[in-house]
């Protein structure tokens, strides 16, 4: 495989400004990547800081009801700030103090990945600057305040449609005006190599620990394991150390909006087309002219009109399925899980929780499926009461 591609994906179709920048991180990377110092101090972060590792709970209630498949959840809802992003900023944030970088900047869509750059920044004493669309400043205020609160400052960004796709523009135009003392610590596996595998690596771990818990409670191997799918962090997180074993199937749920069928979708696997944008070559949403079409779920972490390259590659070979999810059934899902097991899921992650109750009633009680949940739910509460048109605060 050439460098920095997945099949004919991946690439790194960065401005001239910005490749001294990837090849100093390229090159960074390696020389931490396997230096027992550096493993160690990640190791003691994700361990007392982040709560690693994140349990991984057999949802009995779920699975009687259901009555298919054996369900277990992956709970990364329950690391430090609430989602799995963290797993990635605290290797990234660590990372670019090695560098000896004292300032990080970051995207943000609904406001996870900057509270939990936020968050190691306050405690790596680093400098920290988020960017995020307008319109997202306004859907998710209180977490604009929670990052103001950790120290950061936030920059909304009114160009194009003000939302991430316009944030992950502004935050690469800030660091190559800055980049002698600056990281990007970018939120998912997209972007120009090396930041695909950078993250997937920094991700790996949500598998590694699944691989060993699941061989420990059931001495065998999951039939599946699901994750919803935005640019694609928290599924190939989980789905890595299993892709030789190909008696796991890889299942990623994509955002559908309102259904592939209207405009109002983010599904890019079902509805994109082969491209270049953000640095690399992936699928993504488009019109006839190849510009990028505007994306709408309920779901702002999977509004994101592309999917990371591994995944484009993996969806291409046929390793991975890819399965679009609608609003109202990611909606449903939520409530479901809400309460029948009393955990509040992310909105992102009931898209995974939606197609495990489709296919595990259609499995054997004796094949396991593993969900990931990729963050806790608190975040959406107020959305998932506005969608059902239930009034807060009477
Ligand atoms: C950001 C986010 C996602 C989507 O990002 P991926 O890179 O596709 O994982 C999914 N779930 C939660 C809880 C998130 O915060």
């Not at 306050?122 to 859907?139: H, I, N, P, S, Y």
């Not at 929670?146 to 950061?152: E, K, S, T, Y």
């Amino acid at each position: 495989m050439r460098k920095g591609r997945f099949s004919q994906y991946g690439g790194q179709y960065a401005p001239e400004t910005m490749m001294g920048a990837l090849q100093e991180l390229e090159r960074e990377y390696r020389r931490w990547r396997n230096d027992p110092t550096f493993e160690a101090e990640l190791a003691a972060l994700l361990k007392n800081y982040a709560g690693r590792p994140s349990l991984l709970y057999y949802a009995e209630k779920m699975t009687r009801d259901l009555g298919g498949a054996k369900i277990y959840l992956k709970r990364e809802d329950l690391n430090h700030t609430g989602s799995h992003k963290i797993n990635n900023v605290l290797g990234q944030t660590l990372l670019a103090k090695k560098m000896g970088k004292t300032r990080v900047i970051a995207e943000t869509g609904a406001g996870q990945h900057g509270v939990a750059t936020a968050t190691a920044a306050a405690l790596m004493d680093m400098e920290c600057e988020v960017f995020m669309g307008k319109e997202d400043t306004a859907r998710q205020a209180l977490n604009v305040y929670r990052m103001q609160l950790l120290g950061a400052k936030v920059h909304p960004v009114t160009s194009g449609t003000q939302t991430l796709k316009d944030a992950v523009n502004e935050t690469m135009r800030a660091w190559v005006t800055r980049i002698a003392d600056t990281h990007y610590v970018l939120g998912s596996v997209m972007g120009p190599h090396p930041f695909p595998t950078i993250v997937r690596d920094y991700q790996r771990i949500i598998g590694a620990e699944i691989k060993a818990q699941i061989l420990a409670a059931e001495g065998k191997l999951p039939a599946a394991i699901l994750a919803c799918v935005g640019g694609g962090s928290n599924a190939i997180g989980a789905f890595y150390d299993f892709i030789t074993d190909q008696s796991v199937r890889l299942i990623g749920c994509e955002a559908a909006g309102r259904g592939v069928d209207t405009a109002e979708t983010a599904a890019t696997i079902a509805t994109g087309k082969v491209g270049i944008f953000h640095g690399m070559k992936s699928l993504f949403c488009q019109d006839d002219f190849g510009q990028i079409a505007p994306v709408y779920s309920i779901s702002a972490g999977l509004d994101y009109p592309g999917i990371g390259p591994e995944h484009a590659m993996l969806w291409e070979k046929g390793r991975a399925e890819y399965v679009p999810v609608t609003d109202d059934e990611a909606v449903a899902a939520f409530e479901y899980l809400s309460r029948t097991e009393g955990i509040i899921p992310a909105i992102e992650s009931a898209h995974a929780v939606a197609h495990a109750m489709t296919i595990a009633k259609e499995m054997t009680p004796e094949q396991i499926i593993v969900i990931n949940l990729s963050g806790r739910g608190d975040k959406d509460v107020a959305a998932i009461a506005r969608y059902k048109g239930v009034s807060l605060y009477e």
